[in-house]
């Protein structure tokens, strides 16, 4: 389905086209936002971004959040500079975006602190969301520690705390195999890189990606391999 520029729909969707258009320009913003307002901002978009927030709630805070970077960059987010974000609606109801970024690429840049955003980065974490996962919870109640730092944790929609369902037996207890390789790929710092490696094909492995092997006597292969990719970097 192609995109097309429209005009705002509603009184909040220039708000969510400044949220957009701040992530779009994060590179040359994001020095200029000093500690109190970047900390505003995150409480907002915290409501923003919360599915278990009304409407109303999340509309009001996106509008809050715009009017905080309009008065803080006017030359960025302002009346003139907002005239020069182009937004487009990807699809029907959809959030507006510009150049591929949305409000939500906003809140994970400030409250989740990744890249992992934008038409480049932003399909390759909604591909790893995709996968079956666990909450901390369910972790915790199988008797794991959803925290562990040889575990992947990625923060999905609304934030909340996804763990790769692949990384647990039926029992809900990590494999030791997997525990091994997320250190050596350094899970804890790295999560999208890691889920990535286990989730992609892998050249090394006859193009069979690594969580397809694992319980299948190669797990001393997936270790030595993730081991050969570090250390020739």
Not at 56 to 76: D, I, K, T, V, W
Not at 203 to 232: I, N
């Amino acid at each position: 389905m192609g995109v097309s520029p429209e005009e705002p729909r509603d009184p909040f969707t220039g708000s969510y086209v400044t949220l957009a258009g701040a992530a779009a320009r994060w590179d040359r913003v994001s020095g200029r936002l000093g500690q109190d307002l970047r900390a505003r901002l995150v409480a907002l978009l915290t409501v923003v971004r919360d599915p278990q927030q009304n409407t109303r709630a999340r509309h009001f805070s996106a509008a809050r959040a715009a009017g905080l970077l309009g008065e803080a960059l006017p030359e960025e987010f302002g009346a003139g500079g907002h005239a020069r974000l182009v937004a487009v609606h990807e699809a029907a109801g959809g959030p507006p975006t510009v150049q591929g970024f949305a409000a939500e690429d906003l809140a994970v840049l400030l409250i989740d602190g990744h890249r992992m955003v934008g038409p480049v980065l932003g399909p390759v974490r909604e591909r790893l969301l995709a996968e079956p996962a666990l909450d901390a919870d369910e972790v915790e109640r199988g008797g794991g520690s959803p925290h562990s730092p040889d575990l992947i944790r990625l923060r999905g929609p609304g934030g909340r705390l996804r763990l790769p369902r692949f990384q647990f037996s039926e029992d809900t207890l990590p494999w030791l195999p997997v525990l091994e390789v997320n250190a050596l790929l350094d899970a804890d710092h790295d999560p999208w890189g890691a889920a990535d490696w286990w989730l992609s094909a892998n050249a090394w492995l006859g193009g069979t990606s690594p969580v397809e092997l694992l319980g299948s006597g190669r797990d001393r292969q997936l270790v030595e391999t993730a081991r050969f990719l570090m250390e020739s970097d």
